[in-house]
């Protein structure tokens, strides 16, 4: 079964509107990354945030992490339609080395 | 730097037969992760290299093997190939486990 599960799986948006993704995860964590993906070819590393850090940001990127309910979020702010993609949480279960992925949240964005 | 280089990109085989997929991995790391996609799904973990170690594998059979090379590059074996290996398969290097990750573009198999 699926460490990350994301939420929504679909979400269609216009340019300019904030896009707003969800992931949940099951066991302890040493770290949960967001990733990009375009076409079904490479993934492209958005954001690390720690399990001791609540809050990160990069660009128009927000990337919050609550230990406590075991879910992050991650917010795209003033999207644009070259931000069309699948969007992966992945976490790093503590102790361990093995990234697990969640199922993505396919993103469109309408010019 | 040219990144994380996987080859072939494409790869059409037989049902039975084997296959080998390359990685080189970014310069600077020594960790390498393989995973296997399937349309419309996440990544799925498969093994990952450190020091031409097998470090963690996931929940993949036998036919599954890698190997690392001293100079960190990466195999990924499968043998007996089924029509369900056909997938996106993605190599992953890090400087270490606590860091992000780097992509390859993927491999892209078709067992037919």
């Known amino acids: 079964s699926q460490q990350g599960e994301e939420d929504p799986q679909a979400l269609s948006i216009q340019e300019g509107e904030n896009a707003t993704m969800n992931c949940s995860y099951k066991?302890?964590?040493?770290?949960l990354q967001w990733y990009r993906q375009n076409s079904g070819r490479g993934l492209v590393h958005l954001i690390l945030i720690r399990s001791n850090e609540r809050e990160k940001h990069s660009g128009r990127l927000r990337v919050t992490l609550d230990t406590s309910k075991k879910s992050s979020s991650l917010l795209i702010t003033a999207s644009r339609a070259a931000d069309t993609a699948s969007y992966f949480c992945?976490?790093?279960?503590?102790?361990?080395?093995?990234?697990?992925f969640g199922a993505g949240t396919r993103l469109f964005v309408k010019a | 730097d040219a990144g994380v280089t996987q080859s072939p990109t494409h790869l059409i085989k037989t049902r039975g037969q084997q296959v080998t997929l390359r990685c080189s991995p970014k310069s600077g790391h020594d960790t390498v992760s393989w995973y296997q996609q399937a349309l419309g799904q996440g990544p799925q973990f498969i093994f990952q290299y450190y020091e031409e170690e097998e470090r963690q594998r996931g929940n993949f059979p036998d036919r599954f093997s890698g190997h690392q090379f001293p100079n960190y590059s990466s195999e990924l074996n499968v043998n007996a190939l089924w029509l369900g290996d056909s997938a996106l398969y993605l190599c992953?290097?890090?400087?270490?486990?606590?860091?992000?990750?780097?992509f390859g573009q993927g491999t892209r198999l078709t067992v037919v």
């Open positions: 992953a290097s890090s400087p270490d486990r606590d860091t992000e990750a780097f």
């Open positions: 992945a976490t790093v279960l503590t102790g361990g080395f093995k990234t697990i």
């Open positions: 066991t302890s964590i040493n770290n």
